[in-house]
């Protein structure tokens, strides 16, 4: 059994929680054990391993000796000309598509704006060597300069094989880069379906905690005293059509749709309505649709969308756009469309607009409610405590990509162990022209942070684009949105991770070679 099978398997039951949080598993329920991953893996491994090894062997048997020596000695050239204009159109590439959101804002330009991260590494991975070494020139100062042996070692070295440091660097910079933009925009996106959410929910209290409310109680609580406007909400399961090509069934979305009175009050309900009317949703299989889900789906005002209900598949006509879809969820349709197609009648939510007396009044009708044995909050608590849609999903997704990252890491890890325990030749030639002991682990040290510190440069260079992006698509700012635990997080393991993989290797090397 592959080595990496046990803790995979071990973590797959650790992210049971989340896969129940995010629909994938039923409550209750575990994982399922089962050979067939572990047999895939290797299968797919295996070839891949011995095909590699075999064109490494290939490429080592068809070197003349001499051009061996020369290349363990001495790296390639510099960056060819291809390289170099790949480089340069693959960042610009990358740049514009960070500032989409400018000309396309919300979710789908943010979306876009967040890829730009994987184009400017791109363009980093193919810069690689010229990168490292305009890194290295600019943390020469942070070095203390060229006055100490250990310093002028490390520099010359990291010049000199650049496309060696490359090879870790770039890996790192990977960590960082898409580690900050995944948590980036999800922060980003549970700040903007807050700020959203708070504006389309007007009154006082809210009444209800999910479940579905019991009969009667929009009319009871209409008739308490103080009690000046209400307007009832209900969701429920669908699919939509997002795809004129359905390819075993991609075509089709599930989507929670949010059931509202047409005539709710605007200062109850405020989906931000930018085209046509939500009180056309009167009229029988009618919809509004979000901003973003009118560019996902290309449906307008007027136009057709296919819709899954409990009772089939129907054609509904959008009536209204509106712009706070992740507030309120993409897709609005009202009461007797629910009805007509077996949608649940019963209201989840019910918005109240109290008496104008203060908070003291407001407390009093809330206590009101209570005594009916319903459960009430003030519209500011249920924005505050309230998550987007697919939160669960997202956090699943930042999970899976921190653990892919921590393997990458692990990789990079790896590398700078055997490439440190490769130098024991040029330790040892260091040593004989009369480099110190305590110099050459300097100068492993001083490599090893220099390459962290780059690594972080880059990676902080790279998504630093992206992430203005996703700020000024979601939320109209320019300043940056960040996750100040991840960030602080993935510095430290981009900094401390070459010291800790190459310093102690180096130790070992140089006591070898001079002991």
């Known amino acids: 059994m592959p080595l990496g099978a046990l803790p995979g398997l071990a973590l797959a039951q650790a992210l049971t929680p989340v896969l129940v949080d995010a629909g994938l598993l039923v409550p209750g329920s575990r994982p399922a054990l089962s050979p067939l991953p572990v047999l895939g893996a290797v299968v797919v491994l295996l070839p891949t391993a011995l095909a590699a090894g075999w064109l490494a062997a290939r490429e080592t048997l068809r070197q003349t000796a001499t051009s061996a020596v020369r290349d363990s000695a001495v790296e390639e050239g510099p960056l060819g000309t291809g390289r170099r204009i790949a480089a340069i159109g693959t960042a610009a590439l990358g740049l514009a598509t960070a500032f989409t959101p400018l000309v396309l804002p919300g979710v789908i330009g943010s979306a876009v704006a967040a890829s730009s991260a994987l184009l400017l590494l791109g363009a980093a991975a193919l810069a690689g060597p010229a990168l490292v070494a305009w890194s290295v020139d600019a943390l020469t100062p942070l070095l203390g300069g060229h006055r100490h042996p250990p310093t002028q070692l490390a520099m010359d070295n990291l010049r000199g094989f650049s496309r060696r440091l490359a090879a870790v660097v770039v890996p790192l910079a990977l960590v960082m880069s898409t580690g900050v933009i995944q948590t980036s925009t999800d922060t980003a996106v549970e700040r903007a379906a807050h700020r959203q959410l708070a504006a389309s929910l007007g009154g006082d209290l809210v009444v209800g905690a ?30 939509v059509r997002t795809d004129d090509e359905d390819l075993a069934g991609l075509a089709w ?35 509004a649709v979000s901003s973003d889900a009118a560019l996902e789906t290309g449906a307008r005002v007027g136009e057709d969308l296919q819709v899954r209900l409990p009772d089939g598949e ?4 959008v009536v ?50 209570e005594a009916l044995d319903l459960p009430v909050a003030t ?55 009369g480099a110190t002991p305590r110099q050459l682990v ?3 040290l001083l490599e090893s942070l220099a390459t962290g510190t780059a690594a972080w440069l880059i990676g902080a260079v790279t998504v630093l684009p992206g992430v203005l992006g ?20 993935l510095s430290c393991t981009v900094i401390a991770l070459p010291l800790l993989a190459s310093v102690p290797t180096g130790v070992r090397v ?3 070679v001079t002991g």
């Open 320 to 369: 209204a756009v509106f712009d706070r879809g992740l507030g309120l969820g993409p897709y609005l349709i009202g009461g007797s469309t629910a009805r007509d197609h077996g949608a649940p009648e019963q209201p989840t939510t019910l918005l109240v607009g109290g008496p104008s007396g203060g908070p003291t009044s407001t407390e009093r009708l809330a206590a009101e409610i």
């Open 470 to 489: 996703v700020s000024i698509g979601l939320l109209g700012t320019t300043a940056p949105v960040v996750h100040p635990v991840t960030v602080a997080a």
């Open 442 to 444: 300097a100068m492993v």
């Open 210 to 239: 999910g479940s579905p409310l019991p009969a009667g109680t929009a009319e009871r609580v209409a008739a308490m005293s103080g009690v000046h406007e209400t307007t009832a909400l209900s969701s429920t399961p669908a699919q």
């Open 253 to 287: 979305e599930t989507v929670t749709m949010r059931v509202v009175s047409p005539d709710a009050p605007a200062s109850l309900l405020d989906p931000g309505v930018s085209d046509g009317s939500l009180v056309s949703l009167s009229a029988p299989n009618t919809i």
């Open 314 to 317: 129907h054609t509904f006509r």
């Open 379 to 433: 519209t500011e608590d249920v924005v505050a405590t309230s998550t987007a849609p697919g939160t669960a999903q997202q956090r699943l997704g930042t999970w899976l990509l921190l653990m892919l990252l921590a393997f990458v890491a692990l990789g990079a890890a790896n590398t700078l162990v055997l490439t440190t325990a490769g130098r024991r030749r040029e330790l040892a030639l260091l040593h004989r022209t």
């Open 510 to 512: 140089v006591r070898g």
